[in-house]
Nanobody, 110 residues
């Protein structure tokens, strides 16, 4: 069983930055199976960024050039720069397509 705990969300101004963290524990076989997703109110959960095996990364078009996924041992990070109002959502960490964290809220300041 895998446990994922996200942190780092908060209130952010447009153009600001946040760094999300996801600490993974349990039966982790490959950190390369981890990624970040987000879900805004009334919308489906969508991929933000993820790793593939070999360290290859994949980003949603809407965040390319602004967000960076990285990892250190069993923690995965999402550095978010130049934030936009449309980035406001609950951000979820995922492992292996099936294990999810509880989510961390990113809110845009009005």
């Amino acid at each position: 069983q895998v446990q994922l705990v996200e942190s780092g969300g908060g209130l952010v101004q447009a153009g600001g930055s946040l760094r999300l963290s996801c600490a993974a524990s349990g039966r982790i076989f490959s950190i390369g199976a981890m990624g970040w997703y987000r879900q805004a109110p009334g919308k489906q959960r969508e991929l933000v960024a993820r790793f593939f095996s070999g360290g290859v990364t994949n980003y949603a078009d809407s965040v390319k050039g602004r967000f960076t996924i990285s990892r250190d041992k069993n923690t995965v990070y999402l550095q978010m720069n130049s934030l936009k109002p449309k980035d406001a959502a609950v951000y979820y960490c995922n492992y292996g397509g099936s294990a999810w964290g509880q989510g961390t809220q990113v809110t845009g300041a009005s």
